[in-house]
């Protein structure tokens, strides 16, 4: 036994679980809508179909979308978030969905139409079924005085090509219209198909345009006496066929189901009454656009494949040309034809030429050089290694220089320390040096706390009054500096 024999079925449970009839109802209504290629459908659209119904008289719409929900989670529809009647935020985040039945779904729901009638069809997608469909309606005045067994095997063998070139035409026009076929054009092994599909759908639209139209004028040149005739006789062999449930078989259902499916051929081919298309226009749209999505694609794979195709021959071919050119101006000229002025650069940058003339040719101009630099972040010039020079003699006479230097303004400074206090009022004329020195000291001595400070030599000393309102000028022989008048007292 293989183990997919052993799984269970999620998606019949529909068929037999508390308000089944419920679900199945929901079911029909969107396999009646697959078959007419409305694959999607909302809540409103479904309670609206089952409200009509006697038995539905208490069914709400809240009652349907939980039934929609549960056939979501058992894997019978599958949900997409409906957006385009959302208008406000509120309503974009109370989602509302359309469903569409997933492809379990439709074969159990197939099956289970095929329970109910008792018969398995087949299918068949030649156009020989369109060509037999149209001998068979074109032998309908015949039926209105045939046999009864007569009329009855002919419109047996209409229904049963009718359902079977239906349902035929719609199982492949799904499968190539899914995601699976996408995925499949988009393979460059479809190349090997795409000829002979095409060829095969073209064949296939030239036969239901040609059957298809003349399909179409034979059912319009029926009267509607005769085919109220036709149905009448056609129910009569049926009502004469003996069934177990003949006790409650009523004429009037029998009626009603030879009507429809004779509606039903008619919508095929002439549309509804209402002047919604036929579904043949429909498989003709739908067969078209298969082969544009073909085409589409298979171009694109080509385009593809090109791209990746080697030039080696072109550029080996161009090599031999240039080879061949006896001078500069002869490969130049060639150049030009074979690369044209597309792909030049230009260079801007403040160069010097050697002449004004718009004549000159860049040829005859001596060449610029030009140093160019990478773009990355993790560029860096390489540093010229050097050796190390010898300054020592010039250090030392810098040395010397400043100690000279320093010496000099102490010896002045201490010439101004012998009364203990430096004046900033009645200093004198001082050199820029010894400017400098005061003003440092009464900085240092401001920025401390209780204005008490040491000079460079050691000498503690004490700003006497560091609020001084009373100004005076600092004379030096670099300038004037004008500034309160501070007062600087020295220890012993």
Known sequence: MQSKWLKPIPETKYLSVENAWRYRAIMRTFYINDLRYRHWLDKETVFNSLKGEERFSEYTLEMCAQDLEALHQWGNLSAVQDTSK????QQFVNKQFRYQMTEYAIEIERMTVRLENLFIEGGSLEPTLMERLKEQLQRIPEQLHAEPGAVGGWWSALTNDFQRLNQSYQDYIRDWSGAKAEELMKTKHFLVYKEKLVEYLRHFIKALQQHGHEIEGIL?????????ALFERITDYESDVPRVDMETLKREDLYRNVEGKYQSIESFFMGSAAGQASELET???MTNEIIRRITRYAATILEQSSQYSSRKEEYRTVA????GMGSVDDAHRLAAQVFGIAGYKHFAGDYTRG???IQSSIYEEPP?????TPRIRTYREKVEK???ADHSREKAAMRERVLKERETEREILMRHLESGRIEMDGIGKV????????LRWLTRAIAEKGGVAVTEHGQKYRLLNPREQRRCVLESEDGSLEMPAYILQFEE
């Open 386 to 388: 050097t050796a190390i």
């Open 220 to 228: 319009k040149k029926v009267p509607i006496g005769d085919k109220r």
């Open 320 to 323: 031999a040309l240039f080879s």
């Open 355 to 357: 002449t004004e003339s």
């Open 368 to 372: 610029v050089e030009e140093v160019l």
């Open 431 to 438: 050199s820029a040096s010894v400017r400098r020195s005061l």
């Open 86 to 89: 959302v208008g406000t935020y």
């Open 283 to 285: 498989i003709l749209a």
